[in-house]
């Protein structure tokens, strides 16, 4: 694990969010060809699950009757960044209460036997998976398809399926194979939605600026008509190893997250669609949300917060 994070600060502003002091920034391993600005750096700790939760530092306002989650992507290789990720999860859990967790995709890498489902997801997680949080798995291009039928990813069998929480409806996604079948379902869940919160998540990120995979301008070809018409909120992807928030397209909130197990280091070219950036270490993302707001924090293996903020509900987010 390193012992330092190097940070990479600018300014912005974003309709919508409220900026708070370690926010939309650019995490970098190196400042090489990266706009001038002021490079600072940070130690970092680790936190067991045992150590005084007043040592956490939290972002979120923990608002009565709020939903509460946790995000994680590309998790599943068994290494021990995967367990520090997991202890991090656990010891933000004592304070927040998170009831459950999404999966985007990559949830168990390489064999899919018995065994590797213990190695790769129920051990990391145990200490979660005994509290009763639940996960909520989406399939990667690394999965395979009996993760369907894996009880513990709460999948009912499919590839794609929706579920509700409070007044936030998620429409988990099939994006490596995204046939005209997926789309009509897809159509026919988000018309007939009446939350208030409409979140879709996938493996395949539709904007990205992650030098190895990039967008998938197909997929976007198909999605983005869709998350306009019926206004989708916000839309979570993985599959780049990195995390992103980037500035609102089409007035939709889109992250990429695909850094809680993999991770593949200066992978960020910085463009004008990015909020924040990271790619120097593994991370998830607490997110909680009530009424008309959606805070976020999200947060490395080794307890350092590198990005949080709150973003409003749009009035008409296809507009």
């Known amino acids: 694990m ?34 001038a600005s002021t490079l600072l750096s940070f130690a970092t700790r680790s936190v067991s699950p045992t150590q005084a939760t007043s040592e956490l530092l939290l972002k979120l306002p923990l608002k009565a009757k709020s939903l509460r989650f946790a995000v994680i992507g590309d998790s599943g290789t068994g290494r021990s960044p995967q367990f520090e990720v997991a202890q991090e999860m656990e010891a933000y859990r004592r304070i927040v209460n998170f009831s459950f967790v999404i999966m985007l995709g990559d949830n168990i890498y390489g064999g899919h ?29 690394h999965d395979s398809l009996s993760e369907r039928e894996y009880n513990l990813f709460n999948m009912g069998g499919e590839r794609y399926y929706s579920f509700k929480k409070n007044d936030v409806a998620f429409f988990v996604l099939d ?30 990120p539709v904007y990205s600026d992650g030098k190895f995979h990039g967008p998938d301008l197909d ?71 009530e009424g008309d707001d959606f805070y976020f924090q999200t947060i490395t293996e080794s307890g350092a917060t590198i990005d949080s903020g709150i973003l409003h509900k749009q009035t008409n987010p296809s507009n």
Not at 125 to 140: N, Q, W
Not at 184 to 194: D, F, P, V
Request: aromatic fraction near 14%; glycine fraction near 4%.
């Open 2 to 35: 390193r012992s330092r994070i190097f940070i990479l600060l600018s300014c912005f502003a974003l309709a919508g969010c409220t900026a708070r002091n370690d926010q939309a920034v650019y995490l970098a391993s190196n400042a090489e060809n990266r706009p």
């Open 113 to 141: 036997s018995p065994r590797d489902f213990v190695k790769k997801f129920e051990e990391p997680y145990k200490p979660l998976l005994d509290a009763g949080v639940k996960f909520y798995a989406s399939l990667g291009n």
């Open 175 to 204: 994006s490596s194979y995204m046939d005209p079948v997926q789309l009509s379902w897809l159509e026919k869940q988000l018309r007939e939605s009446n939350a208030a919160w409409k979140i879709c998540y996938f493996h395949h």
């Open 219 to 289: 997929l976007r070809s198909v999605l983005a008509p869709l998350f306009q018409k019926y206004q989708v909120n916000v839309v979570l992807s993985g599959h780049e190893h990195v995390y992103e928030r980037l500035k609102p397209q089409n007035n939709i909130y889109y992250f990429v997250l695909g850094n809680s197990g993999q991770l593949r280091f200066n992978n960020l070219r910085l463009s004008s669609q990015m909020e924040a950036g990271f790619d120097t270490d593994r991370d998830f993302m607490l997110v909680e949300v």
